[in-house]
């Protein structure tokens, strides 16, 4: 089994390749589609998604994608699935299985994500599927007393428990432990919650029995909040970054996998780029993207819901891949 797991996650790290994460709930989906004055409709989303992972060479930078429930369930025009159509383009298929986080009882401010009930079934079934990995996010708010020490407490037994499940399954659990961007803390206020929610997460696995070996960090780029007076330069954000990291990821975990987080596309790959740069002299593990917005907000703005914007489209999405690519070997330039 561990084989089989540190396989996937070997494959998911590939050299300059990173993942595409496709997977909003309903609820999400139809938000960004509702901006842009885009129907929100199950067919709109399974248009949507369908335009992006047809995207002609899209394997040469992207290594896996991360499916939702609806998605993983539609067929594509050519009656394939989206998983086989994932595999057949050379990439991996993943999913989320979270079922969204939820007000955490007696703690004002913070949510506790669920989805653990039924868990090892979905995961069977997702898994005949052909799914290979999966995620679950988890968010933590910073504010004046926030985080609580019970809702990262909380968070953090969640994930162990997916993990765990995942690798009992065979499929490659993808950590998301994500500090949120919302707010006015510091740079410095981000790095001490994210160091704190980071070293829970990582006792929470060791006490499941997790195998670093056949699991990928899914984390948030260490910065200031999106109100905070004073925004921090890249290579500020790189340092507070590796430096959190350090201080808690264990070496014997693959991969770490950044989430954007709400940060536009451009800032997001020139961030990725920074970490990137300063990371080959101080990092045991491999750095990579899993952006969901940072990668799909260009394409998805051309696209408007028009079949004639496709290729254009597709054509965006494809930059924005090869840019973070690009980033990850420390050849973008804006
Ligand atoms: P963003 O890159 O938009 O933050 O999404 C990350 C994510 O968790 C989706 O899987």
Request: with cysteine; charged share 15%; proline share 4%.
């Amino acid at each position: 089994m561990m084989q089989i797991l540190a396989n996937t996650a070997r494959l998911m790290l590939a050299e300059g390749k990173g993942l595409l994460a496709i997977d909003e709930s309903v609820a999400t989906c139809n938000k960004r589609f509702a901006e842009l004055g885009i129907d929100q409709t199950e067919t709109a989303r399974q248009n949507w998604r369908e335009l992006m992972i047809t995207t002609p060479n899209l394997s040469e930078c992207i290594s896996g994608v991360i499916l939702y429930d609806e998605t993983i369930r539609q067929h594509q025009q050519n009656h394939s699935s989206f998983s086989q159509a994932i595999s057949t383009a050379g990439m991996v298929p993943g999913i989320k299985v979270d079922t969204g986080s939820k007000a955490l009882a007696g703690h004002e401010g913070e949510q506790v994500s669920e989805g653990l009930d039924c868990l090892r079934e979905r995961l069977q079934e997702y898994s005949a599927m052909g799914v290979r990995f999966a995620k679950w996010r988890a968010v933590i708010t910073v504010g004046e007393h926030l985080p609580s020490l019970a809702g990262i407490d909380a968070n953090a037994h969640a994930l162990a428990r997916y993990a765990a499940l995942c690798q009992e399954a065979g499929l490659v659990p993808v950590v998301e432990p994500e500090v949120l961007m919302t707010g006015s803390h510091s740079l410095a206020q981000c790095q001490a919650v994210t160091e704190t929610v980071l070293r829970c997460v990582f006792g929470q696995l060791a006490r499941q029995g997790v195998a670093l070996e056949g699991m990928i960090l899914k984390a948030n780029m260490v910065l200031p909040g999106l109100n905070c007076e004073q925004q921090a330069g890249l290579m500020e954000v790189a340092e507070a970054t590796l430096n959190c990291l350090l201080r808690t990821v264990p070496a014997a975990v693959p991969g770490i996998a950044f989430l954007s987080g709400g940060q536009s596309a451009q800032l997001a790959t020139a961030r990725l780029q920074a970490i990137s740069s300063l990371a080959p002299i101080c990092t045991p593990w491999c750095l990579t993207f899993s952006f969901a917005r940072a990668i799909q907000q260009p394409a998805l703005a051309i696209w408007a819901g028009r079949p004639e914007n496709r290729l254009a489209a597709q054509q965006a999405l494809l930059h924005r891949a090869r840019c973070n690519q690009a980033a990850r070997r420390q050849e973008y330039s804006p």
